[in-house]
């Protein structure tokens, strides 16, 4: 059974996954029904609800389960989503079990699904990622959304700048194809992509800015931060969006925010992962089975 996973390579070209995404309309006229199995360890909020839609969406059934052993794991379904807090987790399960294992974000590590439905949207809006400029500004450090991001974005061409305070950037950047900036403002005029992240309280073990309001006036894209920004850019958000923090509602509406749709491809992606293992007939580690 293949797997698709933060731990091996999908042999599938970008072209190649974008059309499987957008196909995905017609993937439920030649999918038969059987079981997907959706596993988390807590509640959760947008991946838990995106993957058993997607999961529907293509003629399978969904099974939300939290675990605790292997035991209980390899004889529910035919894919394993899982969500965990500990790094490593995905990773760890493929080695128990022969189903196929999605990583749907585990601890700080990794978020691959939403680096795939992140490239998705910036290539709907941009037509290609080569060459274009992505700011990813906010929490840095605790954010497996940036860790998955930065893996695709620079594997198609893009740049990147992170923009954080220091506080807020990982302990070493070493071997990172990014560059780095504490000055929002600068790097502003010359994005095609703004790319907000949520301050990650609940991962903080330290007061790391001094106070939401000063993280606000100095990160936060507000009206007059986003009218710096080129024409034809947009921006970015994986969602939940602390209003107010690092972005007001107002900008959160504006038509140049693409964050409603990055939900909605977000399901589409997830589909395609699915289908790609359940029900393409292709072993995505060995080629076609």
């Not at 005029?189 to 001094?210: F, G, I, K, N």
Request: hydrophobic share 40%; glycine share 8%.
């Amino acid at each position: 059974m293949p797997r698709f996973d933060n731990v091996r390579s999908v042999p599938f070209s970008a072209d190649e996954m974008f059309a499987l995404v957008a196909d995905v309309e017609r993937y439920p006229e030649f999918v038969p029904l059987c079981e997907s199995l959706v596993v988390h360890t807590r509640e959760q909020r947008e991946d838990g609800t995106g993957f058993v839609t997607a999961t529907m969406g293509i003629g399978y059934k969904a099974i939300r389960e939290k675990f605790t052993t292997n035991v209980t794991l390899d004889p529910l379904g035919r894919s394993i989503v899982v969500r965990h807090k500990s790094a490593g987790v995905p990773w760890q399960i493929a080695r128990w079990i022969d189903a196929s294992v999605i990583n749907a974000g585990d601890g700080w590590h990794e978020h691959p699904t939403q680096a795939l439905l992140d490239c998705y949207t910036i290539r709907h809006h941009l037509g290609s990622l080569a060459g274009k400029h992505i700011a990813i500004v906010g929490d840095i450090k605790h954010s497996r959304v940036a860790r998955s991001d930065v893996k695709a974005f620079a594997a198609l061409g893009a740049e990147i700048t992170f923009v954080a305070p220091q506080t807020l950037l990982p302990p070493s950047l070493e071997g990172w194809p990014v560059k780095v900036s504490h000055d929002l403002d600068a790097v502003l005029p010359t994005v095609d992509v703004c790319y907000l992240l949520r301050m990650q309280r609940e991962r903080m073990t330290e007061a790391l800015v001094p106070s939401l309001r000063e993280y606000h006036t100095y990160y936060g894209l507000d009206g007059v931060r986003a009218d710096r920004m080129p024409k034809g850019s947009i921006i970015m958000h994986p969602g939940p969006m602390n209003r107010g923090v690092e972005i007001t509602a107002e900008v959160a509406g504006r038509d140049n925010s693409v964050i409603i749709e990055q939900v909605a491809n977000g399901v589409a992606v997830r589909m395609a992962v699915l289908f790609l293992l359940l029900g393409s007939g292709v072993d995505v580690i060995g080629g076609h089975s």
